[in-house]
């Protein structure tokens, strides 16, 4: 009776609610990170703070486009009902229940919060033991934050928080069993924890990936609470995105990198847009240096190992390259690990996933904790990749693949007399 309780907390059927139109991938690539890319490449490279020698050009642009083209193809496949249908997506078109939602725990938010909160604790170590290196941090020594290493299998965990923050906002819109509170102590020590390492270790990016998960898990109650007025808001927020990161990397850098540049720049607002102009415009510029390198316009290439990418990156570093300016851009970092021959099934792939994981957040699965990952993927898509090269996702994704396969297991453990009205029998 207690598995049938804690069963039925969570709706069985399909749920109906309101999301904005760009939570679908295809849309939100096609109108506002598409011309982005089109932006970036098109405006005056003179006009960024880096000191790199000038490599992206009309071929890389070009390449731009396929990727983003078979991107946005791969998403429309994700995206669509009927190729779910056909890889396993429930008999006859009806879905089945959602038995393995019912019976997550909230005891698993209470875990990771503990690897999350531990792993901080370590991460912030150099902090701890020297408190007087705070001020020097918040006065613009940057280089302090350097002198603390992080440790590698152990501080990679603070990076759990992509998957906390969208438990806890599926678990506030009520997809997820628990009721919880949106102003709580839970929250209050997440995300100011993450503030706090936004500001001593200026990494704006580890406070965007816990506002970001909570609030696309959390739409489907946002949509019901909301006025129409203030869902026609939401539905512009892309347009209005720009200006909102602007002016929090202008926050930032004004605790940052802006007592170590004033006497250069008329006022923080022109080097504060000058500085993020260059951040994106120096990442596709080093994406299109290593493509180049790699021989992906002179003949037919495949992938190449890690190793290998590694050297080419740290020889553009040495010489041709800004090291202040380092990432390694999206679109142009895949096609350089894959290659000519592989590039375009591996946007196709990397679409799919995200147009899938869409799917699934709009049917209120379990699958739909990867879409969060993949938004970010998209809006990242020309400074940095989020699945290949780096290991922001790896502790996200090591749990959401330990979900996935409980998922699985709790499936086969429950058996229903009938899939119309869900009466459970249980074989545990």
């Not at 939570?23 to 098109?42: G, H, K, Q, T, Y």
């Not at 008999?91 to 997550?104: D, K, N, T, V, Y």
């Not at 898990?217 to 869902?231: E, S, W």
């Amino acid at each position: 009776m207690k598995l049938q309780k804690k069963f039925h907390q969570v709706s069985l059927g399909q749920p109906n609610f309101w999301l904005p139109w760009w939570f679908r991938p295809s849309l939100f690539m096609l109108v506002a990170m598409l011309p982005a890319m089109i932006l970036f490449s098109f405006s005056d490279p003179s006009l960024t703070l880096s000191k790199a020698q000038l490599f992206y050009g009309n071929r890389d642009f070009v390449i731009g486009l396929i990727g983003f083209f078979f991107l946005i193809l791969g998403a429309l496949m994700g995206e669509s009902k009927t190729i779910g249908r056909m890889i396993g997506g429930g008999r006859s078109g009806q879905s089945s229940p959602r038995i393995a939602e019912a019976f997550l725990s909230e005891k698993l938010d209470w875990f990771l919060m503990g690897v999350f909160i531990i792993s901080h604790i370590i991460f912030f170590r150099g902090f701890f033991m020297n408190p007087g290196l705070v001020a020097g941090v918040l006065g613009g020594n940057l280089e302090l934050k350097h002198t603390f290493k992080t440790i590698p299998g152990v501080t990679t965990w603070t990076q759990v928080s992509l998957a906390l923050a969208g438990l806890r906002g599926l678990r506030w819109a009520g997809i997820l069993p628990g009721k919880i509170k949106l102003i709580s102590a839970f929250h209050i020590v997440f995300f100011g924890t993450l503030f706090v390492r936004a500001i001593l270790w200026s990494e704006r990016l580890a406070l965007i990936e816990g506002v970001f998960p909570f609030f696309l898990c959390a739409m489907p109650r946002i949509g019901q609470l909301v006025t129409p007025m203030i869902k026609k808001f939401i539905n512009i927020l892309p347009l209005l995105a720009p200006v909102m990161l602007l002016a929090v990397f202008i926050f930032f850098e004004s605790l940052r990198s802006w007592q170590s540049n004033s006497a250069e720049h008329a006022n923080i607002f022109v080097f504060g847009w000058k500085r993020l102009f260059t951040y994106y415009f120096e990442a596709m510029n080093t994406g299109a240096a290593a493509l180049g390198v790699t021989g992906f316009y002179d003949g037919l290439t495949g992938p190449i190992y890690h190793g290998a990418y590694d050297h080419i990156y740290k020889g553009l570093y040495q010489g041709s390259l800004d090291i202040e300016f380092n990432n390694t851009s999206g679109v142009w970092y895949v096609a350089t690990y894959t290659g000519n021959l592989l590039f375009v099934p591996a946007m196709l792939a990397l679409g799919f996933l995200t147009g899938a994981a869409y799917r699934s957040l709009a049917a209120g699965r379990l699958f739909g904790l990867v879409y969060p990952i993949q938004f970010l993927f998209m809006f990242e898509l020309l400074r940095i990749h989020y699945w290949v090269g780096t290991n922001r996702v790896l502790a996200s994704t090591i749990v959401l693949i330990g979900i996935l396969v409980w998922a699985q297991t709790i499936r086969s453990r429950v058996r229903f007399r009938s899939a119309r009205d869900a009466s459970l029998s249980y074989s545990l």
